[in-house]
Antibody, heavy 118, light 107 residues
C-alpha cells in the first residue's frame, strides 16, 4: 500500500526559504522507474506541477519558477524534499507530493497548506 | 509549454445522466494524458492514464478517449459521489501541465 505525507512550516515570511518533506511508504525511490513529484494548488484554483525526482537522481523543475526550486531525496529514509527560495504571497498554496511512474500521479499525499505572510 | 484547454469550466447534470468533459492540447501529446478527480477538501485521485486506461479501483462508468490534441472524459450514469472537480494532465513533455479544471455538480 502506497502512502505519502507532506510536512512543512505552515506559515513563513516573504523572502524566506520554504522547506517541505514528503515521507512515503509502499515503494522505494531506489527502484527503477520510481519517482516523486511536487504539485501545488492555491485555494480554489488549479494544479501546478513544480518538480519531479527520479530513482536515478534525475530531477526536473518547472521553469516558470526559474531557479527557485531544489528537489532532493533520502532513499534510505524514504523521503523526498522540496525547497523554494525567496517566497512571496503568490506561493501560498497547498503543496502535494505524489508517487510518479511514467509521469502520471497515481498516489497523492494529503497536502500541506503553506501560507506566506508577514 | 503545452497548454491544456479544458471545457466546460463547470457542469450541472442530473443523476443517471452521461456527461463529457473535454481537454484540448496545444500540440499533439500522443495520448500521454491522465484524468484526475478531486472531491472538495481532498487530494486529487487518478482516474485514467494513457488517455483511455482505467486506474485500478476506479468504477467502470468512467472512461477516457481521444488522440492527437483532443481528449475527453466520459462519466456514465452519474452518481452523487461524482460531485468533484476534474482535471486533465499531459505528460508528453516537460513541464507537465494541467487543464484548469471542470467543476461537476448535480442538478
Amino acid at each position: 500500500q502506497v502512502t505519502l505525507k507532506e510536512s512543512g512550516p505552515g506559515i513563513l515570511q516573504p523572502s524566506h526559504t520554504l522547506s517541505l518533506t514528503c515521507s512515503f511508504s509502499g515503494f522505494s525511490l531506489s527502484t527503477y522507474g520510481m519517482g516523486v513529484s511536487w504539485i501545488r494548488q492555491p485555494s480554489g484554483k488549479g494544479l501546478e506541477w513544480l518538480a519531479s525526482i527520479w530513482w536515478n537522481g534525475n530531477t526536473y523543475n518547472n521553469p516558470s519558477l526559474k531557479s527557485r526550486l531544489t528537489v532532493s531525496k533520502d532513499t534510505s529514509n524514504n523521503q523526498a524534499f522540496l525547497k523554494v527560495t525567496s517566497v512571496d504571497t503568490a506561493d501560498t498554496a497547498t503543496y502535494y507530493c505524489a508517487h510518479t511512474r511514467f509521469h502520471w500521479f497515481a498516489y497523492w499525499g494529503q497536502g500541506t497548506l503553506v501560507t506566506v505572510s508577514s | 509549454d503545452i497548454r491544456m484547454t479544458q471545457s466546460p469550466a463547470s457542469l450541472s447534470a442530473s443523476l443517471g445522466e452521461t456527461v463529457n468533459i473535454e481537454c484540448l492540447a496545444s500540440e499533439d501529446i500522443y495520448s500521454d494524458l491522465a484524468w484526475y478527480q478531486q472531491k472538495p477538501g481532498k487530494s486529487p485521485q487518478l482516474l485514467i492514464y494513457n488517455a483511455n486506461s482505467l486506474q485500478n479501483g476506479v468504477p467502470s462508468r468512467f472512461s477516457g478517449s481521444g488522440s492527437g490534441t483532443q481528449y475527453s472524459l466520459k462519466i456514465n450514469s452519474l452518481q452523487s459521489e461524482d460531485v468533484a472537480t476534474y482535471f486533465c494532465q499531459q505528460y508528453n513533455n516537460y513541464p507537465l501541465t494541467f487543464g484548469s479544471g471542470t467543476k461537476l455538480e448535480i442538478k
